[in-house]
């Protein structure tokens, strides 16, 4: 095992999991009808009830601290339908309810504002946003909605979205001779294979979405370039048997190392079809690709 394979295994296997699995799909409770105390009011009983402190929960998610722990769970509760379109959010209502200061508030709430899920105006306050209004492809996001009621839609929709980046990512990355690039992608593959091998789906994870990420990056395309958050999240929140890299097995490991392939004889064609293939639905699964919806 090479010493990059090594130390990734092992800071994987000694770090919080911020990474879901398909027994952690119900790990956020949402209400399935939020009692409404008065008309405009926020729904508030609609919350876990272990976080009406906010400071007791534990650190696992992207943000940490009493802030981070805000905006996660404000941002569940809107993206989730707790906490409906137009609904106002009063500071002093929310710093009570999670037994916060003003200034956690303010500022929990002007990250929401940044992701389009809320806004604040004068003489009218803080409100919730429509849906089309909200930042989609914010990696925030696109976890509250891949554990919320919306989980079908999103996997859904990550999946057609990763069909339309990553060949052609891969394609492009095949122009481009960055042999040290290229070495990291092998790298990534090796790591793959050992955490297979032992059985840390973790670790095959981590590497599977560096994997992806730095592919993006050498495609020579800076608006791909910043799609790369949106495939890694989509790798983290798959939780399910969407997408051939969604769970170790030979077959997806076969074809990230045809990819490197690929890439290292510089055969676009070749890279954006190992990369179809690796994208390509399970068997089991009904669709063998991503139809488009009817409207």
Not at 38 to 43: D, E, I, L, N
Not at 98 to 115: G, M, N
Not at 198 to 214: I, K, N, P, V, Y
Not at 281 to 294: F, G, K, L, T
Request: charged share 25%; with cysteine; aromatic share 4%.
């Amino acid at each position: 095992m090479s010493t990059l394979a090594h130390t990734m295994m092992t800071a994987a296997r000694s770090a919080d999991s911020g990474l879901a699995s398909p027994g952690e799909l119900d790990r956020y409770p949402y209400a399935e009808a939020p009692a409404v105390d008065r008309v405009g009011a926020p729904a508030w009983d609609g919350a876990d009830p272990e976080l009406g402190r906010v400071g007791r929960r534990a650190a696992g998610s992207r943000g940490r601290g009493l802030h981070g722990q805000l905006v996660q769970q404000l941002g569940q509760m809107i993206v989730s339908g707790d906490l409906g379109a137009d609904r106002p959010l009063v500071p002093e209502e929310i710093g009570q309810r999670f037994e916060v200061s003003r200034t956690v508030v303010r500022e929990s709430l002007r990250v929401l504002e940044a992701k389009g899920l809320v806004s604040a105006r004068p003489n009218v306050g803080t409100r919730v946003r429509p849906v089309s209004d909200w930042n989609l492809l914010d990696p925030d996001i696109i976890e509250w909605r891949a554990f919320g009621p919306q989980r079908d839609d999103q996997r859904r929709e990550l999946s057609e979205l990763r069909w339309m980046i990553e060949p052609l990512a891969a394609r492009l990355a095949a122009g481009h001779g960055r042999e040290d690039v290229q070495q990291r992608l092998v790298d990534m593959v090796e790591i793959m294979g050992h955490a297979m091998a032992q059985g840390d789906a973790l670790t095959f994870s981590r590497a599977d979405s560096e994997f992806h990420s730095q592919l993006i990056q050498i495609a020579g395309n800076r608006m791909l370039e910043h799609l790369s958050g949106i495939v890694s999240a989509a790798l983290q929140v798959s939780g399910g048997p969407v997408t051939g890299c969604d769970r170790p097995n030979e077959a997806s490991l076969a074809h990230h190392g045809r990819i490197c392939d690929a890439l290292a004889t510089g055969d676009g064609a070749a890279a954006e079809a190992a990369m179809r293939q690796l994208l390509t639905v399970h068997p089991e699964v009904e669709r063998v690709v991503p139809a488009p919806r009817e409207h």
